[in-house]
């Protein structure tokens, strides 16, 4: 079982550069996410996605791009990277949740990206 | 604007004791907590969560205590091993089950042999 596969799992760009992270499930989840990890700040959500075709931001959207023509995949895009943007790179999926049902969000490894 | 906080970075516990954990909330919409265990390089892994309807969830060592009125949740493992050393981070969400997280700093638990 593969579960949630994040590649690279480690890049440096310099400033101004794009890249694209990649992310895949193979649990035929539904809704899959982008968080960021910043030291002391926990993890921040980027932005989400509840199904093919549907993408919307969460929390700290800005200078990200995402889209999602499969089911299975979940890439995330840096336009002009900033040094702002180093930080440790998370993708999570899971079943469509209802209220109160147990549908916990499973991680890949992450990517660790630093801009020069 | 942290909406949810834990405000131990770190804890230490003697291996065989109890470990608690503990992390408070200031958004009374959320209606749904997690929390989650993560190693280095590796990714966040689901440990247990709590529903607000209710005030306690068990799961083998590990129980979640939720205190609605005080906007506080712990969790509590019992004995505390070894392998329980990791950073711990408390997770709570609003109307969607366990999407759209909103996450508390993490506290690193070191159990001492």
């Known amino acids: ?116 | 604007d942290q909406q949810v906080k834990q405000n131990s970075p770190s804890l230490s516990v003697q291996e065989g004791r109890i470990s608690i954990l503990n992390c408070d909330y200031t958004n009374s919409m959320f209606d749904y907590f997690l929390w989650y265990k993560k190693y280095p390089a590796e990714g966040p892994t689901f440990l247990i969560s709590i529903s607000s309807i209710k005030d306690k969830n068990e799961d083998g060592r590990f129980t979640v205590f939720l205190n609605k009125s005080a906007k506080h949740l712990s969790l509590h493992i019992v004995p505390s091993q070894p392998g329980d050393s990791a950073v711990y981070f408390c997770a709570a969400s609003r109307g969607q089950g366990a999407q759209k997280l909103v996450f508390g700093q993490g506290t690193r638990l070191t159990i001492n042999p």
Request: hydrophobic content about 30%; proline content about 6%.
């Open chain 1, 1 to 116: 079982n593969a579960g949630v596969t994040q590649t690279p799992k480690f890049q440096v760009l310099k400033t101004g550069q794009s890249m694209t992270l990649q992310c895949a499930q193979d649990m035929n989840h539904e809704y899959m996410s982008w968080y960021r990890q910043d030291p002391g700040m926990g993890l921040r959500l980027i932005h989400y996605s509840v199904g093919a075709g549907i993408t919307d931001q969460g929390e700290v959207p800005n200078g990200y791009n995402v889209s999602r023509s499969t089911t299975e995949d979940f890439p995330l895009r840096l336009l002009s990277a900033a040094p702002s943007q180093t930080s440790v790179y998370f993708c999570a999926s899971s079943l469509a949740g209802v209220p109160y049902s147990n549908q916990p969000q499973h991680f890949g490894d992450g990517t660790r990206l630093s801009i020069l």
